[in-house]
Nanobody, 125 residues
C-alpha cells in the first residue's frame, strides 16, 4: 500500500517562500500521477498542482508562475516550491497519488486513492 508523508510546512510572511516535500513508500513503482491539494476551513479541498509520471505539470490558475511541482524519482519524493505566498495560499497541504502514470482529472481529489496526513502552511500579512 502506498504511503505518503508530507513535510516542510510552517509559518511565513506574505511574499515569502516554502518548499513542501512528500516522501513515497510502500511501492516499487514511483511513476504515479501525483498532486498537491490544500484545504482551508470552510472551503472544499482544492487541487493546487499535479504531475504525471512522465513529468507533465498542471496547476491551479491562481498559483501558476508562483508554485512549481517536481519529483525526484531517485529519492521517491514529490516537491512543491511555493514562492510569493499570499494569505489565500494558507491551509493544510496534502500530497496524493493516483494509481496510474497519466493524471486523470489531475486537480480533482476524487481521482486520487492515496493521501498523506497533511502539513500546515500559515501565511501572515
Amino acid at each position: 500500500q502506498v504511503q505518503l508523508v508530507e513535510s516542510g510546512g510552517g509559518s511565513v510572511q506574505a511574499g515569502g517562500s516554502l518548499m513542501l516535500s512528500c516522501t513515497v513508500s510502500g511501492t516499487t513503482d514511483y511513476q504515479y500521477c501525483m498532486g498537491w491539494f490544500r484545504h482551508t476551513p470552510g472551503k472544499e479541498r482544492e487541487g493546487v498542482a499535479a504531475i504525471t509520471g512522465r513529468g507533465t505539470e498542471m496547476y491551479k490558475e491562481s498559483v501558476k508562475a508562483r508554485f512549481t511541482i517536481s519529483r525526484d524519482s531517485a529519492k521517491n519524493t514529490l516537491y512543491l516550491q511555493m514562492n510569493s505566498l499570499r494569505s489565500e495560499d494558507e491551509g493544510i497541504y496534502y500530497c496524493a497519488a493516483q494509481s496510474h502514470s497519466a493524471c486523470v482529472d489531475g486537480l480533482t481529489d476524487r481521482r486520487y486513492n492515496s493521501w498523506g496526513q497533511g502539513t500546515q502552511v500559515t501565511v501572515s500579512s
